[in-house]
């Protein structure tokens, strides 16, 4: 077999050549000094330990068909053979003694603790009945699949739009959906994908270079951008890694960060540093001008002219004044931005955004500041992820729903850019519906999400959840509560498509049971992944496959359709059809590069697990449409078929243009004025919840920043990773120095954080690399067990006693720290860290955005030395007092329907969109 045509990849100084792919030795290591020879298998697969989707490889062992390590994929186009430590640490996850082996079924109360093993047939037969009533009494809100990992382009929209439901919920409302509804009510794409590589000045909003969004794809090519002279600012209230090798940094005050962003825009309008032609083809400056200065010439000057007047008051005294970062910083980064022009790569994605309220609005901001350089879409600026993500379409696409699910996205968020995720609990509660069948897959919303305790309390609650499977590899604090819990197998071990917008390039990468696909290349029948992975671990490919079937033997449903095989009429598809028709019909290009080396399109992926589609995504707006049966209107420049606007016209010819209303950058966004919010349809500056001015410093009052992530840590999910909780196991409080005398705490004392609900204690850490006046805590750690025999993983989980007070307060406090545990891996008996870190999410009540409907993390808190009594890892939460402050914050939106009595804009993405006709409230 010869390379695979060459990709846009930097060799690897070293790595084992494809030819050498099915036979490759190496000395054992651990037999040192003897040299003993392994033999591997070199398997390609896609790691599943964050969002960016980095290529893998797996090293089998072909004696004993083991994983002895992995590695990156040199041909995957967005890691390129290089992965951060939570890759290679997958390794941890596939050995890890306390990993769940059999499907598991509650044999005592929910939350009792008490499991015991059962077969799949019958969890595919009790699930199968029960979505089967469902739909057969037409309760297609009751059937609900809740995501923290998705990890899959498509897979699962096509499995819920087959059974009619609208039932997809995801975890995008505690994660990035303030920042997608900025971008998207600027851009028409709700994601950014910043070309670091050719940019001359990188503007972050994120510590991208250890944790920030696509981690390891990103810091790469942010480095690459460097090493070719390119400077960087960072935005951080915390001195992050990132921050420390950036040429700028800017603290400003947490809440004020779309100030300081529209402070650069006054400097590059003052300064006449924007992009005029820029503005004046690709922006709905006449739209402005209507909508802002009714009467004024519909000229581009007068536009300008009034730009210039909306931002005069962003001066840089005062943003210095607003947002405490110094007048001549702000300027000299501005006249940086000028100077890059085009080549100005920008992003936020959680950070500022996720922690405000009005965070969205940083967003919207960031996409003004790129737009008035004319950065969008450009070469070494910022892509629409429209142009970078490449989702290839399945066999057989089925439907929309025909209905509309209020407990995903109710009537008072009319533009959230997600489902209302984190509130189902305060939904169900309130009486707004309940669910038949659940399931949560890889989603830990106990821990992870404000307001656990809630979780809780409806999660064991029957009459709300009839039936809960938890879908996951490994134990959580959410799993001990489901009626099933069904393992699933890690990166290695299953398959799904994914593809990221990491670079100015689409990519797909492939995952795969690595074992089954080595058994397969050596011509050995396999049928289901359950036979090559551990115990009885499965995959959900083949088991959504498997449950649809059944929920529809006859096919009287209209469901098993969907499930039959493209290439046998009437017989059920396997996973390896399902992906064979998507590589030999959907991905343009492949075929061709797997002919050239004697592939078909599937074994080409199963061979080097990735594919590039197309390099140099450019100006994607500036393409050029056919202009077949479209009207155009010269003096707008307006291009329509049918009525609808597809396209304008750019020098003479139509082009795409954005996928706004207008197929222009909206600066002014007629979707925001038109749906209760006029005052926002400019980007504007929301004043956070956690504004100084709301805080007490005299009394001990902060700003929290709880939003910043550990780089060698997976969310919820490292807690079966030995090496990365050894790398990290606590998240004390970050203190300035300055507070931390003022308050007399020292590194390691006791502290205690009260939060409006209640309160944690931890350890302090003093420091100068935080913002006087603000304190942060990362996320990740804290993880907890209530039993020996099941729970969270004992690498990093405390034992703890949980005690319900009779006044709604629920009391957390610990039995035993983490310490060395007997199993079958010996290094359990050499933990040598006790700590284990201090859940705060619990603490916090919910803080839903009033326009985006999400969770706005940062917490106005009280900070004091621990009191007598308190101990480290002690948690109190008042549930009471949690409900009364989810109804304060739902009181602030504005509840829908909007123009034309819709319970959304119909141009606004959803996810698992529903037929038009559900629209209609
Ligand atoms: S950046 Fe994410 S996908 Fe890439 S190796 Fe690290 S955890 Fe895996």
């Known amino acids: 077999m010869q390379e695979p045509a060459p990709m846009n990849v930097t060799p690897l100084e070293s790595f084992p050549p494809p030819e050498r792919w099915d036979d490759w030795?190496?000395?054992?290591?651990?037999?040192?000094?003897?040299?003993?020879?392994?033999?591997?298998?070199?398997?390609?697969?896609?790691?599943?330990?964050?969002?960016?989707?980095?290529?893998?490889?797996?090293?089998?062992?072909?004696?004993?068909?083991?994983?002895?390590?992995?590695?990156?994929?040199?041909?995957?186009?967005?890691?390129?053979?290089?992965?951060?430590?939570?890759?290679?640490?997958?390794?941890?996850?596939?050995?890890?003694?306390?990993?769940?082996?059999?499907?598991?079924?509650?044999?005592?109360?929910?939350?009792?603790?008490?499991?015991?093993?059962?077969?799949?047939?019958?969890?595919?037969?009790?699930?199968?009945?029960?979505?089967?009533?469902?739909?057969?009494?037409?309760?297609?809100?009751?059937?609900?699949?809740?995501?923290?990992?998705?990890?899959?382009?498509?897979?699962?929209?096509?499995?819920?739009?087959?059974?009619?439901?609208?039932?997809?919920?995801?975890?995008?409302?505690?994660?990035?959906?303030?920042?997608?509804?900025?971008?998207?009510?600027?851009?028409?794409?709700?994601?950014?994908?910043?070309?670091?590589?050719?940019?001359?000045?990188?503007?972050?909003?994120?510590?991208?270079?250890e944790t920030g969004h696509y981690f390891n794809p990103h810091a790469q090519r942010i480095i690459d951008g460097k090493m070719k002279g390119a400077k960087l600012a960072v935005v951080d209230v915390r001195l992050s890694n990132t921050a420390s090798v950036g040429d700028y940094w800017l603290a400003p005050f947490p809440g004020t960060e779309a100030f300081l962003l529209l402070s650069f825009a006054h400097v590059l309008l003052a300064e006449n540093l924007a992009d005029a032609k820029f503005l004046e083809t690709w922006t709905n400056w006449r739209e402005y001008l209507a909508r802002k200065r009714p009467g004024a010439p519909p000229q581009f000057a007068a536009f300008l002219a009034a730009l210039k007047e909306d931002y005069a008051a962003y001066t840089p005294e005062a943003a210095e004044a607003e947002c405490g970062v110094p007048r001549h910083t702000i300027v000299q980064v501005a006249r940086e931005i000028g100077a890059a022009k085009s080549a100005f790569a920008s992003h936020v994605w959680r950070n500022a955004a996720s922690g405000n309220e009005g965070g969205w609005a940083v967003a919207r901001c960031l996409a003004f500041v790129s737009t008035l350089v004319g950065a969008i879409n450009a070469k070494g600026g910022t892509n629409c992820n429209t142009s970078d993500k490449f989702v290839a379409a399945p066999f057989l696409k089925p439907p929309p729903q025909q209905v509309w699910n209020e407990l995903l996205y109710p009537k008072e968020w009319p533009l959230s850019h997600h489902e209302l995720s984190y509130l189902l609990p305060h939904f169900l509660l309130e009486g707004r519906g309940k669910l038949a069948a659940y399931f949560t897959r890889v989603y830990n919303p106990v821990w992870t999400n404000p307001d656990g305790m809630l979780w809780e309390k409806v999660l064991k609650d029957e009459s709300l959840v009839e039936l809960h499977a938890a879908l996951t590899p490994t134990w959580s604090e959410t799993a001990q509560y489901a009626d099933y819990v069904l393992p699933m197998g890690h990166g290695p071990e299953r398959h799904d498509l994914m593809s990221q917008e990491t670079h100015a390039a689409k990519w797909i990468s492939f995952r795969q049971p690595v074992v089954r696909a080595y058994l397969e290349r050596q011509g050995q029948r396999v049928d289901t992944t359950r036979e090559t992975n551990p115990g009885d671990v499965w995959e959900e490919d083949e088991f959504w496959i498997e449950l649809s079937w059944a929920i529809d033997p006859d096919g009287s449903l209209g469901v098993r359709k969907y499930y039959e095989s493209p290439y046998r009429k009437n017989e059920k598809v396997t996973v390896h059809e399902y992906y064979r028709w998507i590589f030999e019909n959907s991905v343009p290009g492949l075929p061709a590069a797997a002919q050239k080396v004697g592939l078909t399109p599937l074994d080409y992926m199963r061979r080097f697990g990735a594919f590039e589609v197309e390099r140099g995504t450019w100006n994607a707006h500036d393409k050029p449409i056919a202009l077949d049966g479209c009207d155009v209107a010269t003096a707008t420049g307006e291009v329509r078929k049918d009525g609808k606007l597809v396209g304008i016209l750019h020098e003479g010819k139509a082009v795409a243009g954005f996928a706004t209303p207008s197929r222009r950058l909206e600066i002014v966004s007629p979707t925001l004025a038109d749906w209760g919010w006029p005052e926002l349809a400019t980007p504007a500056y929301v004043k956070s919840h956690v504004h100084r001015s709301t805080l007490d410093a005299g009394a001990g009052e902060f700003a929290l920043v709880p939003t910043f992530r550990l780089p060698t840590l997976i969310h919820t999910r490292s807690a079966n990773a030995k090496w990365l909780v050894e790398l990290s196991n606590t998240n004390p409080v970050w203190i300035h120095r300055q507070d931390a005398e003022r308050l007399g705490i020292a590194t390691g004392d006791l502290v205690r954080v009260s939060t409006r609900i209640g309160h944690f204690v931890n350890k302090a850490w003093v420091t100068e690399g935080i913002r006087p006046g603000v304190i942060a805590c990362s996320h990740h750690l804290g993880r907890w067990r209530l039993y020996d025999e099941i729970g969270t993983d004992r690498w990093a989980s405390a034992l703890v006693e949980r005690q319900d007070l009779p006044d709604g307060r629920v009391r957390f406090t610990r039995k035993e720290n983490i310490g060395p545990f007997a199993s079958k891996d010996p290094d359990s008996q050499r933990i040598w860290w006790t700590d284990g870190g201090v859940h705060q999410n619990a603490t916090f009540p919910v803080q839903p955005d009033p326009v985006s409907g999400m969770h706005c993390w940062h917490q106005r808190v009280k900070l004091e030395k621990g009191r007598p009594g308190d101990r480290y890892g002690d948690i109190e939460v008042d549930t009471t007092k949690s409900m009364a402050i989810y109804r304060e914050w739902l009181a602030k939106a504005r509840p829908g329907p909007g123009p034309g009595g819709l319970r959304r804009p119909l141009h606004l993405a959803r996810a698992v969109r529903p037929a038009d006709t559900a629209y209609k409230a």
């Open 25 to 209: 030795v190496e000395y054992d290591a651990k037999a040192w000094p003897k040299k003993v020879e392994r033999r591997y298998a070199l398997v390609p697969t896609t790691c599943f330990n964050c969002e960016a989707g980095c290529g893998l490889m797996a090293y089998v062992d072909k004696e004993d068909l083991s994983i002895r390590k992995l590695e990156g994929n040199p041909y995957h186009p967005g890691s390129r053979g290089k992965n951060c430590a939570k890759g290679p640490a997958t390794l941890n996850q596939i050995h890890d003694p306390q990993r769940i082996l059999f499907p598991m079924k509650r044999s005592g109360p929910r939350g009792s603790g008490k499991f015991q093993p059962c077969t799949w047939q019958e969890v595919i037969e009790v699930f199968a009945a029960k979505i089967r009533t469902a739909l057969l009494e037409d309760r297609k809100t009751e059937v609900m699949y809740h995501v923290g990992r998705p990890g899959h382009d498509g897979y699962m929209d096509r499995v819920l739009q087959s059974w009619g439901v609208d039932g997809h919920n995801s975890h995008t409302n505690v994660c990035s959906a303030a920042a997608r509804l900025g971008y998207a009510v600027t851009t028409g794409a709700d994601r950014p994908s910043p070309d670091h590589e050719h940019a001359k000045f990188m503007l972050l909003l994120s510590s991208h270079l």
